[in-house]
């Protein structure tokens, strides 16, 4: 049985002076680990779709404080569709 295919990256493409390609930075000490990040962005889109904006950024500033910052982009497929990316920074 063959193996299945590599995924694709997101089509993203980083601005100029990011090089971390499909790369989500060094994380903090601080840092959720991923799939906490991925159930948050969930939570943060549900209260979105509710118009819940409180609650919404109240899980972005959660998130910042530990070392994780989102940034939501337009999907490629028009439609209104956001996509939330996330990375680790620190100062």
Same mark, same amino acid.
């Given at each position: 049985?063959?193996?299945?295919?590599? &995924?694709?990256?997101?089509? @993203?493409? $980083?601005?100029?002076?990011?090089?971390?390609?499909?790369?989500?930075?060094?994380?903090?000490? +601080? @840092? $959720?680990? $991923? =799939? =906490?990040? =991925?159930? +948050?962005?969930?939570? *943060?889109?549900?209260? *979105? %779709?509710?118009?819940?904006? @409180? %609650? @919404?950024?109240?899980? *972005?500033? =959660?998130?910042?404080?530990? &070392?994780?910052?989102? +940034?939501?982009?337009?999907?490629?497929?028009?439609?209104?569709?956001?996509?939330? +990316?996330? *990375?680790?920074?620190?100062?």
């Amino acid at each position: 049985g063959g193996g299945g295919g590599g &995924g694709g990256g997101n089509g @993203a493409t $980083p601005a100029p002076g990011f090089g971390f390609d499909g790369d989500k930075g060094t994380p903090p000490p +601080s @840092a $959720p680990y $991923p =799939e =906490e990040i =991925e159930k +948050s962005i969930e939570d *943060r889109n549900e209260a *979105r %779709r509710k118009g819940d904006y @409180a %609650r @919404a950024d109240q899980i *972005r500033d =959660e998130l910042k404080a530990k &070392g994780v910052v989102l +940034s939501d982009q337009k999907g490629a497929h028009g439609g209104g569709l956001v996509v939330t +990316s996330w *990375r680790y920074w620190h100062d």
